[in-house]
């Protein structure tokens, strides 16, 4: 459990870093690709599972929706894949064009 939670913190720390780095990224920067591919395996507790779920659903949660006057500096594209003894998609390609969009994302991650 103790190494679960430090691996989750360090993954979630590092997909903050990134975030933070795509925010000084100029202003023609264009789409950025996000990918998670997560494990819902019989070695992931219930408990393990669902903080999993809420931390990328809260680090998803903190992507930037940046426009200047509202047009659109940097688009976010996520994709999330589930994986145990076979892979499923849980978000296909889903464009942050706005906020409701970044909230359909999230409520998806946390009710995996």
């Known amino acids: 459990m103790k190494a679960l939670n430090n691996f989750v ?8 870093i990134a975030i933070g780095a795509l925010m000084t990224a100029s202003a023609n920067a264009g789409t950025f690709q996000l990918g998670f591919v997560v494990d819902e395996s019989g070695s992931i ?5 669902n903080i999993i779920r809420a ?10 929706l940046l426009t200047i006057n ?23 390609h889903v464009m942050l064009n706005n906020a409701a969009d970044r909230a359909a994302v999230v409520n998806t991650v946390a009710t995996m």
Do not use: C, H, M
């Not at 931390?55 to 930037?64: D, E, H, K, R, S």
């Open 55 to 64: 931390g990328l659903a809260n680090a998803i949660g903190t992507i930037p």
């Open 45 to 49: 507790s219930p408990n393990d599972w």
């Open 70 to 92: 509202g047009n659109e500096l940097t688009r976010y594209e996520i994709s999330v894949v589930t994986f145990d003894s076979n892979a499923q998609t849980r978000v296909n």
């Open 9 to 16: 913190k360090t993954a979630l720390s590092a997909g903050a």
